[in-house]
Every structure is written in structure tokens, then in C-alpha cells.
């Protein structure tokens, strides 16, 4: 289990938690005096918090308020600036595909341990929140709210009407069941292996936004860049993901011995640093390749043919393939959506 300075959540929960807990007849001071938070951690959202502070928070405050409940209340306060510059980025993006990939690459951000994942099994897309090996699970209550509100941003922020087929929660299950049943409109599995949300419509999935923006998108996920380089302080992820993205702009050779051998070591040592990291090597230059193609397609307004030339693919169809499997659409279709 890691417990160091390192592992980290951000301030923005806290805040999240305050407002939950003023609707109760409950001392707010006290739970932060529980959990050793000091309370002026609440004027800037871009402070750092302990996870274990935090987990502790979530567990004084769901003692102080007397509400088993509590995560699904707090759920109702969270927003998309609770995420602050992913949820901006989120808000102004294409689809939901793309505001997944925002939250991957920032999902440190939001917790050191955090690690998501979107996959396909059998019928369903199943959007999996989990924590990287070693480091102690998120308090029951802050897995409630985090779910609860992702789902409220998706319905009232995006006005997407997103349907679930079914929850995973590994937490215990509650005197009433059927609360959960009504916050997320879907049967609830407790005491499962895993916190998973399933989804059947993938339609949902590629559906545009109301907002959606290329221009606002793209200056907010630089803000995203930026915070996610501050926090990695040279880790091997932030690494690679800066030299990958220095050579995909010079058109350079991006394989993994390439980028072993330019940041000196050899490929099954850069291989374990990244999974100890939570990372992988493909999925780091999936992400520089995927925001270099939207950069290329809705700024330069590159050909397809040029663009994937550049981002390393051999054939044009290989990228296409990824485009699609990063975005829903194609290349073409996406550029001319923009």
C-alpha cells in the first residue's frame, strides 16, 4: 500500500464534501479535524490533498452526517469545474470518447491512484474505475459520489439522457438497495470485484455534445497538459510522453526502442517503470498521437494522408482504424463535423 506525500487527490473533493455536509445538522469543522485537513485547502482548487486524508474525510463525514447515503448526496454538488480543467475540457468536447480520453490522461490529476478504462465485453461497454496496484482503495462513499456525479454532469451538463444497464460496486450493500436503484435508474451488483458502470447504446457513446468546440477544447486541454506535466515532475510517463510528442512533431520514429534508447535505458526497464507508473507504453502514444490528430486535422487541416504519415501508421487505413476507435468517426467525418 503506498501512503506517501505522492499519492494524492485533489482539494476539489474536499470542497465537495463541505457543501454535502452543510445540509446536514452536522458540524463540518469536525470532520475535517478528523481527517487532519485543514480547511484552507478549500480556497484553491488546485491543491493537493493526502488520499488517505481524504479517504478519512469521506468516512467522518458520512459518521457526522448519520446518512449511509451520504456519497449519493454528495454526488448532487459535484460539477465539472470539480474537475476543474478536465471537466472544462470535458464539457467542450466531442462526445463522450472524447471526454473519456481527457479524463485518462488527467486522471492523475483527480487522484494519483486513480486509473479508468472503457472496454468492450460481450454486449456491453463497461466504464471501470479502479486504483493502481499498491494503493489503497477510495473510501466506499467517494466511489458513490464520483459515480453519481459523473452521471449527473453527463445528464445535466451535457444533456445526454445516458442510460445504464447495470452498476458494479465493491462496496457492502446498504439497508436500502433500492436508493441506489433510484439515483443511477439501473439494478445495482454490490459486493462485486470491481466499480463498473455498463452500457449497451454505444450511439450514446459517439453522440455530439451540445457544446462541443474545438477551439475551447483545445485551450482547456492545454491547461489539462499543463497541470498533468506539473504533477508528473519528470516521472517516466511524463518522460516518455515528452519525448514521443517531441518526435511525432519533427516526424520522427516514435517505437518503443527508439524511446528507450533516447531517454537511456533499456525496453524491459522502461517497460516496468510505466506499470509501476499505472501506465503503458502504447497507451501513452495513443493519447500524443490522438491530440496531434486533432491538432493536425482542425488547425493545419492537414490531408488524412499527410496526418497519418507524420503520426508514424504505415497505411492510412491503420490510422483511420485508430481515429475511429479513439473518436467514434472517422478522420474525414470528424474533420468535417468540426
Known sequence: MINSPSNTTQASWAVVIKQALETYPADVTQAFAVAGIDMAVLNDPLNRVPAEGMRKLWLAATEISGDEYFGLNAGRFVTPSTFFAIGLSALTSENILDAYRIAVYGADLISTGLNLSLSQVQDYWVFELSMK????????????????????????????????????????????????????????????????????????LIQRFPMANVTLRQINQALVEEQVRKLADESLSGRVSKEIKTRLEQGLPTDQQTISRALYMGERKLQLGLKREGASFQSILDHNRYHMALQLLTREKLPVTRIALQLGFREVSSFTRAFKRWTGSTPREFSSSS
Open 133 to 204: 496496484p499498491g494503493f489503497q482503495d477510495f473510501a466506499p462513499q467517494g466511489v458513490d459520489a464520483g459515480l453519481a456525479g459523473l452521471l449527473h454532469i453527463i445528464r445535466h451538463y451535457f444533456g445526454l439522457n445516458l442510460t445504464l444497464e447495470k452498476l458494479s460496486l465493491r462496496r457492502d450493500s446498504p439497508s436500502d438497495p433500492s436508493v441506489f436503484e433510484s439515483c443511477f435508474g439501473c439494478p445495482i451488483e454490490f459486493n462485486s470485484q470491481r466499480n463498473a458502470a455498463y452500457l449497451s447504446n454505444f450511439e450514446q
